[in-house]
């Protein structure tokens, strides 16, 4: 488990992205996209569980535009989801995917990568693998309670590769209608 620093398309300059490398030789690379409390101790677990599945995982910060470092304890009380609510506000999340687009570039050239990636996202990230799967080149896509995604439909048509939605039957943050309908092509 390491940090790497990956450079931003923009040039505004680099952000910070948490590794993990699988023991053996790599099955692929898996980006791992943040919930709205950033690289936090959950995200790094999730990327040492696809490691031990066999993949490489990659999980950039997305806050860095606004603040380095992010990693907020969802369970340390209110002022941890205030801090989160006020970061997923103040996020461009067009420039977010395009720090993803260079997050996919660089895993695809990391050592032992065989070229595949994927994008897995949780929430805020959820959305941003939507939006991935829209506007990326990533092999496969996977959304775990993605929101505001009914917000992204229009863009549904741009998606060329697999993308699996886990939509969870009482979100309280995804309308009941989305929540019900059938997303099957």
């Given at each position: 488990?390491?940090?790497?620093?990956?450079?931003?398309?923009?040039g505004?300059?680099k952000?910070?992205?948490?590794?993990?490398?699988?023991?053996?030789?790599?099955?692929?690379?898996?980006?791992?996209?943040?919930?709205?409390?950033?690289?936090?101790?959950t995200?790094r677990q999730l990327?040492?569980?696809a490691?031990?599945?066999?993949?490489?995982?990659?999980?950039?910060?997305?806050?860095?535009?606004?603040?380095?470092?992010?990693?907020?304890?969802?369970?340390?009380?209110q002022?941890?989801?205030?801090?989160?609510?006020?970061?997923?506000?103040?996020?461009?999340?067009?420039?977010?995917?395009?720090?993803?687009?260079?997050?996919?570039?660089?895993?695809r050239?990391?050592?032992?990568?065989?070229?595949?990636?994927?994008?897995?996202?949780?929430?805020?990230?959820?959305?941003?693998?939507?939006?991935?799967?829209?506007?990326?080149?990533?092999?496969?896509?996977?959304?775990?309670?993605?929101?505001?995604?009914e917000?992204?439909?229009?863009?549904?048509?741009?998606?060329?590769?697999?993308?699996?939605?886990?939509?969870?039957?009482?979100?309280?943050?995804v309308?009941?209608?989305?929540?019900?309908?059938?997303?099957?092509?």
């Amino acid at each position: 488990m390491s940090e790497i620093e990956i450079a931003a398309a923009d040039g505004s300059g680099k952000f910070a992205a948490y590794v993990a490398m699988p023991k053996g030789r790599p099955a692929g690379a898996v980006v791992m996209i943040q919930e709205i409390f950033g690289v936090n101790a959950t995200m790094r677990q999730l990327s040492d569980w696809a490691a031990e599945m066999g993949f490489i995982a990659i999980s950039p910060d997305l806050f860095w535009r606004q603040e380095k470092g992010v990693q907020l304890d969802p369970d340390a009380g209110q002022a941890q989801w205030d801090k989160a609510f006020k970061l997923m506000q103040g996020m461009d999340q067009d420039k977010a995917v395009e720090d993803l687009k260079s997050t996919i570039a660089h895993a695809r050239q990391m050592e032992g990568a065989n070229g595949k990636v994927a994008t897995m996202g949780f929430c805020l990230g959820g959305r941003l693998a939507f939006m991935t799967a829209a506007r990326t080149d990533a092999d496969a896509n996977v959304s775990y309670y993605g929101v505001g995604i009914e917000g992204l439909l229009g863009e549904a048509g741009k998606i060329k590769a697999p993308l699996i939605l886990h939509v969870a039957e009482k979100d309280k943050f995804v309308p009941p209608r989305l929540r019900r309908r059938s997303w099957r092509g």
